[in-house]
T-cell receptor
């Protein structure tokens, strides 16, 4: 079974500051990991994904995440926050390779960006 | 290429009524998923179709929920009769490989 823990339901940063959203996972098989973003009044948009290739994954809008097996983490970072980054971010895990299977999500982290 | 679409975007119904949600996946995607987010909680898996067959329906809450995917194209999710706790956002996703692409969701409010 898989599970995801996102520490911090709300994170507030100043514009231009580092963004760090935490995600820890539990998986009995090598995981596939995803970050999705939901902007206000919109659906879920794929931000980036880890599928067992490079451990540092770059996504859209300047975001990146690093897969650390020893820490069972997949934290999302962005060097400099922009007002347009304000949204809710979801970390998700999928069990292994091969056939398609369901995603297990964390509870989400709402990012606020202030001037 | 068109993304995943869902209809309606919002639905407000009374307890005991029936509601049908529709999802049109990305063309050519064999896998179609339904998820739900109840307010304040995580997004939870409901079920997974591969073409027209139900691959995994372990997340369906009870027999008031019925999902179909006739012909392996679009899917419907019917709630009958709706209860207050069914309120939430229902997401549909489709995939052809390991990456799932989500629709905008249907916001359901049961009064």
């Amino acid at each position: 079974a898989q599970s995801v823990t996102q520490l911090g339901s709300h994170v507030s940063v100043s514009e231009g500051a580092l963004v760090l959203l935490r995600c820890n996972y539990s998986s009995s098989v090598p995981p596939y990991l995803f970050w999705y973003v939901q902007y206000p009044n919109q659906g879920l948009q794929l931000l980036l994904k880890y599928t067992s290739a490079a451990t540092l994954v770059k996504g859209i809008n300047g975001f990146e995440a690093e897969f650390k097996k020893s820490e069972t983490s997949f934290h999302l970072t962005k060097p400099s926050a922009h007002m347009s980054d304000a949204a809710e971010y979801f970390c998700a895990v999928r069990a292994g390779a091969g056939t398609a299977s369901k995603l297990t999500f964390g509870t989400g982290t709402r990012l606020q960006v202030t001037l | 290429e068109a993304g995943v679409t869902q209809f309606p975007s919002h639905s407000v119904i009374e307890k005991g009524q029936t509601v049908t949600l529709r999802c049109d996946p990305i063309s050519g995607h064999d896998n179609l998923y339904w998820y739900r987010r109840v307010m304040g909680k995580e997004i939870k898996f409901l079920l997974h179709f591969v073409k027209e067959s139900k691959q995994d329906e372990s997340g369906m809450p009870n027999n008031r929920f019925l999902a179909e995917r006739t012909g392996g194209t679009y899917s419907t999710l019917k709630v009958q009769p709706a209860e207050l706790e069914d309120s939430g956002v229902y997401f549909c996703a489709s995939s052809q490989d390991r990456t799932q692409y989500f629709g905008p969701g249907t916001r359901l409010l049961v009064l």
